[in-house]
């Protein structure tokens, strides 16, 4: 998730079994899944959802295994991608988990509400096509620092938010955008930093503005927003 504390969303196989063990809460939501028990809480919320990834696979052009889990009190609300298979016998590449306490605060209208629930998915959609693709390292500092991978990340979740404001006159990206400029942080030498509030406010802006105003395709987004992150200094 856009985190303020710099803590990072990005995480190795083992971190990501160990932070969505208790329970283990598969959500299937393409046509091959498996049923699950899964949920976020709302079932008109998770029809809803589970059509919201699909276009986001569609537009990002990666379908990661997805879970839900009940963040532990001492890490706070968060969601996550991990570049490793959700177990060895799954036909999917990357996974995904999202916060059962972030989206519950969420669908209460907290961090952009459902908009920003969109925003947080797209953001971490960034992160499995940086995995996907293998830009990834291309993003990462000399000294581990990844914050150039999180900006991009908010890049391309504005892109994506201006496709779904186009779709839906009543959705508040303006909301979204605004939450993402207030989550930066300056804990700049952690693995986590994400950016400052407004190195993000910048990302995510110029992302939407790419797509509202010039109708730049997907894989051009993907070019552009490198070309930006790239001249971002760390530390502003």
């Keep these: 998730m856009?985190?303020?504390d710099g803590s990072s969303c990005i995480l190795t196989s083992k971190e990501f079994q160990e932070k969505t063990a208790e329970p283990p809460q598969r959500f299937g939501f393409a046509f091959d899944d498996e049923v699950t028990h899964a949920s976020s809480g709302d079932k008109h919320f998770d029809r809803a959802y589970a059509i919201t990834l699909l276009k986001l696979s569609k537009t990002f052009n990666v379908l990661p295994s997805f879970v839900f889990f009940r963040e532990k009190p001492d890490v706070g609300r968060n969601a996550y991608a991990s570049p490793e298979r959700l177990s060895a016998n799954s036909p999917r590449d990357?996974?995904?988990?999202?916060?059962?306490?972030?989206?519950?605060?969420?669908?209460?209208?907290?961090?952009?509400?459902?908009?920003g629930i969109v925003g947080?998915?797209?953001?971490?959609?960034?992160?499995l096509l940086q995995f996907r693709t293998g830009i990834a390292e291309q993003l990462r500092l000399p000294n581990g620092n990844y914050f150039r991978g999180e900006l991009h990340a908010?890049?391309?979740?504005?892109?994506?938010?201006?496709?779904?404001?186009?779709?839906?006159?009543?959705?508040?990206?303006s909301e979204v955008i605004s939450t993402f400029g207030m989550m930066g942080d300056e804990s700049y030498n952690r693995p986590g930093h994400h950016g400052t509030n407004a190195q993000r406010l910048q990302a995510i802006s110029l992302g939407y503005r790419l797509y509202k105003d010039n109708r730049m395709n997907f894989s051009d987004a993907i070019q552009s927003g490198l070309n930006h992150v790239n001249s971002v200094r760390q530390g502003g």
């Design 2 to 4: 856009p985190s303020s």
């Design 94 to 115: 990357v996974s995904m988990a999202y916060g059962l306490n972030l989206m519950g605060d969420q669908l209460k209208g907290a961090y952009g509400g459902i908009p």
């Design 120 to 127: 947080v998915t797209a953001h971490e959609f960034g992160h």
């Design 154 to 173: 908010d890049y391309l979740a504005g892109y994506y938010l201006a496709i779904r404001a186009e779709e839906n006159s009543g959705f508040n990206a």
